[in-house]
């Protein structure tokens, strides 16, 4: 079956250190993107990447750091300067056509130690 | 910038009743999509119904419909026959035309369904 898989599950940092969440997609979807949800809060662009090489910031891009080396995978790392990174994070992908859309993975759900 | 405006942040419906949820937009285009996502307790987004601003007839997937009024920037989703499995959040989003562009979430409304 098609889809997006985020793993791990659940994440534990530690102070000072550096994360990185996983996003794979098996969909052929050229665009991918990362939010992060906090409660009460709608979803907020972190990245961007509409193709391969190639990725924008979205609206809250501080502290956070993505690559895109191979169309299927996007991966985020949540860096020592994001200072309040408790949060959940998704993971969503689409065609690039603006009419279609994205898909979303289940989430990864990062907390502090 | 485009924002979208969910002012609700709560709404309770009984079983097998109808429930209107609300949203607005602000926005200078004169043609984008607006969707609405379903994200029950397993956190899972799921596309429940789109809309073309070109198009002037609501779009419509079996129990869900939405009342579309361009001209009032409001894009309402009706839920019709409610069922214990639609307990969720529910986010408007908003998406210009082009290839580069980005989805603007609102910040959703919790439904709660009473049996």
Redesign the interface.
Known sequence: DGGITQSPKYLFRKEGQNVTLSCEQNLNHDAMYWYRQDPGQGLRLIYYSQIVNDFQKGDIAEGYSVSREKKESFPLTVTSAQKNPTAFYLCASSMQASNQPQHFGDGTRLSIL | AQT?T?SQ?EMSVQEAETVTLSCTYDTSESDY?L?WYKQPP??????VI?Q?AYKQQNATENRFSVNFQKAAKSFSLKISDSQLGDAAMY?CAY?????????T????ITLSVRP
């Open positions: 979208v969910q942040p999509y969707f397993s956190r899972q987004m799921i596309l789109r073309e986010f998406r210009s035309l082009g290839a580069n562009s980005k989805l979430f609102g910040k959703g």
